[in-house]
């Protein structure tokens, strides 16, 4: 385990020493920031949206007591939303999407001896290969998170106005009652560390992959197990520590 | 010219190298011949610098690489162009973004303009002056060798290795790329090392041969020796080539002169 974790860190390290120039890193950067985080808006729209849905009808569902205003429901899929689902959920999402296809494409990269070309070359494999990739994924995700946050209130509103569950301005004076803004800077917070994790993880796994086909499924599938038990133990550390 | 010097190297216990001391010389196809796993893909990649050898120097024309400083490493390697066994050509670039790789990379110096024209230059001496705006899923084995070449000789690269380069093709396009090599070797007079395990290699362009067997050396020489030579493991592995045989019993028969018109001294195996 901490031989792994040594082993991670000095991988870490060499994508920094002798690093590439920043006008490629950049240009690679951009190139992936746009496979990360555009190509994954569709899935964060649709998992985001329901979230926000099922957890309305849920609370509403649960929400009986004449006592308890209606707008509880909207404040209560505000709060879910914005500490815990949209940050954690959408990551845990981004883990299996992206973490996948980084430990894929790495992995079939060193197989099929592409990451050596590289260093015959004497580019610096991890600087050209990696740094883009967790630059581009810490600079994506939290934006990603933001558009979760909105979708995922958005469709608690449509599902409680729409199912007749509660009325639109009870959902609306509910997710603006007791707004705390620190809560919108923890979830960004939440989001670079679960960003930082997946793409690393998954770099790595993918950039140590040895062997052939099987071996690459193998590393895509450790670097998703891996990136999300990070992800949870990564959620319980930050809030104990920022809340 | 590459000299290496008692180079070791071992796997948990298992010795792969055991002490091999080597010239490639400058302006030749330095061969690397041997059985699967003697060791030569293991040498080749201590030499270029992707694994590093447990003993032993490398040094390339004068300059030690072995244990030397980075910034020293860093410029020898990017005199150095490699083919590899599976071409290793980047799958999201096309051929040409391929050859410009190496270019936009190590010498950014160079204008758009000066690229394009040596990507082209590179690609028609290849023979792929068509196959441009392919991307390497749609070409074939032995055109995705002759990328692979192309790439290597963008950068005018000094020194040239070659793992396998006829594994997986036919005879014809093997007989293709090897003199494609050669030709690029004497053109550029550059010092090329050619893992391989082919015999129709040997007979076709090499020049200066190492027989590596059991992580050793046991014979260096030419291919005009190396149909003469009397060591017996060297023998045995000629042999196993049912050209060599066929045309040996050819031979035996009367007299057509075995393996090719330039080699009859061959004749005598």
């Known amino acids: 385990m901490f031989t792994i974790f040594g082993k991670f860190v000095l991988f870490l390290q060499s994508m920094v020493t002798r690093r590439e120039r920043l006008a490629v890193l950049w240009a690679r950067t951009v190139d992936e920031a746009m496979l990360i985080g555009v190509d994954s808006v569709f899935i964060v729209a649709i ?52 973490g996948s296809s980084i430990a894929g494409g790495l992995g079939t990269m060193r197989i099929t001896e592409q990451i050596s070309a590289l260093e015959v070359m004497g580019i610096n494999s991890t600087s050209y290969l990696v740094f883009p990739r967790i630059l581009a994924a810490v600079l994506m995700f939290p934006l990603l998170v933001i558009l979760a ?45 679960f960003a930082f994790l997946v793409s690393g993880i998954s770099a790595f796994k993918g950039f140590n992959t040895s062997g052939g086909a099987l071996e690459v499924g193998a590393a895509s599938t450790g670097a998703v197990t891996n990136s999300i038990i990070a992800i949870l133990i990564a959620d319980f550390v930050l809030a104990a520590v920022l809340l | 010219m590459i000299e290496v010097s008692n180079i070791q190297k071992s796997f948990d216990g298992n010795a792969v190298l055991k002490g091999i001391d ?64 599976g071409s290793a050509l980047f799958d999201s670039m096309t051929v040409s973004e391929n050859v410009a790789f190496p270019l936009q990379m190590l010498t950014p110096e160079m204008s758009a303009e000066e690229r394009r024209d040596r990507v082209e230059f590179c690609l028609k001496r290849v023979g792929l002056e068509n196959a441009g705006e392919k991307m390497p899923a749609e070409i074939s084995g032995g055109m995705k060798k002759r990328v692979g070449i192309a790439r290597a000789i963008a950068p005018q690269c000094t020194y040239l290795f070659c793992d396998e380069p006829n594994s997986g093709l036919d005879p014809a396009t093997s007989i293709k790329i090897d003199n494609l090599i050669h030709e690029i070797t004497h053109e550029y007079d550059i010092t090329t090392v050619i893992v391989t395990h082919d015999m129709n290699s040997v007979i076709e362009i090499g020049e200066h041969i190492i027989f590596l067997h059991q992580g050793k050396k046991l014979w260096d020489g030419t291919k005009d020796e190396i149909l003469n030579v009397e060591v017996p493991e060297l023998k045995d592995f000629i042999f196993s080539s049912s050209l060599v045989r066929a045309a040996k019993r050819v031979d035996d028969e009367g007299g057509l002169a075995a393996i090719t018109d330039e080699h009859p001294e061959g004749a005598n195996i």
């Open chain 1, 47 to 98: 998992v985001s949206a329901f979230i926000g849905a099922v957890t309305c009808v849920q609370i509403a569902y649960n929400l009986t007591n004449p006592i308890i205003p209606q707008s509880t429901i909207g404040y209560m899929v505000r709060e879910m939303t914005i500490l815990e689902l949209a940050p954690t959920i959408t990551c845990i999402v981004l883990a299996g999407k992206v």
């Open chain 2, 22 to 85: 080597c010239t490639f010389e400058t302006g030749k196809c330095n061969l690397l011949l041997g059985g699967s796993g003697t060791g030569k893909s293991v040498l080749l990649q201590c030499i270029v610098g992707l694994m590093k050898p447990d003993i032993g120097s490398i040094t390339f024309d004068g300059t030690v690489y072995t244990n030397n400083k980075v910034a020293i490493r860093q410029e020898i390697r990017r005199k150095i162009g490699m083919l590899f066994q």
């Open chain 1, 149 to 193: 946050m909105v979708l995922s209130i958005l469709g608690g509103y449509l599902a409680g106005t729409l199912t007749g569950a509660m009325a639109p301005q009870d959902y609306i004076e509910g997710i603006r009652t007791d707004f705390v803004p620190y809560n919108i800077l923890f979830a960004l917070i939440k989001s670079v560390v």
